[in-house]
């Protein structure tokens, strides 16, 4: 009996190990992440505060290329190329590929969607813009059409009629007629054009 349990508790710890198998990083900004995942492959080995002992190689192996580049350089070469008998030095081989990486360690299929999605999201702005534009003329117009209709309407020697407050029908007077036609022009020189 207690060697069963003592294989319950020995799976028990084994387990909670494997859950607390965690990523620790700090971002851009420097806030600590924590995460199951491993972290963007723009973050600097330097920033990384905790990987599962397990998944450790795997991050590694990312970095050796980086590592292997500066071996050469090490050995007495300034270019960074392999030594030649002759005495020359060969320029190294530029990489192509999976393996190929930007100047800021980022992938290219990365930035060309980050490219893609940017170009998409301008796109966009410029067709609200555009229908922003649009909407205003139209607006535009319709003020201006109204008020040279109320400019006509609003003409010396024609009575005018209103419905007051208390809905009794009424006629505007020579001072109001005069407000409102200035009115109706200042609409005119501002949206008829």
């Not at 003592?6 to 995460?35: E, H």
């Not at 555009?130 to 309407?153: G, W």
Request: proline content about 7%; charged content about 30%; glycine content about 6%.
């Amino acid at each position: 009996m207690t060697l069963h349990r003592f294989f319950l508790l020995a799976l028990a710890c084994a387990w909670a190990a494997a859950a607390s198998a965690q990523y620790q990083w700090l971002d851009k900004d420097g806030r600590k992440v924590f995460s199951d995942r491993p972290p963007p492959m723009d973050v600097p080995q330097k920033n990384i505060l905790k990987e599962p002992r397990a998944l450790t190689p795997a991050r590694a192996s990312t970095a050796a290329p980086a590592t292997a580049a500066a071996e050469p350089q090490a050995k007495g070469d300034a270019s960074g190329a392999p030594p030649q008998t002759d005495g020359s030095t060969a320029a190294p081989a530029p990489q192509t590929g999976a393996g190929a990486t930007g100047a800021s360690g980022t992938d290219k299929s990365l930035e060309e969607a980050k490219t893609k999605a940017e170009e998409q999201e301008k796109a966009q702005k410029k067709a609200q813009e555009e229908a922003k534009a649009k909407k205003d003329a139209q607006a535009r117009a319709d003020n201006c059409q109204r008020a040279r209709q109320a400019k006509i309407t609003l003409e010396p020697g024609r009575l005018v009629a209103t419905t007051n407050a208390q809905g009794e029908r009424a006629y505007m007077d020579d001072a109001t007629r005069t407000a409102e036609l200035q009115r109706a022009e200042q609409i005119i020189q501002r949206d008829c054009k």
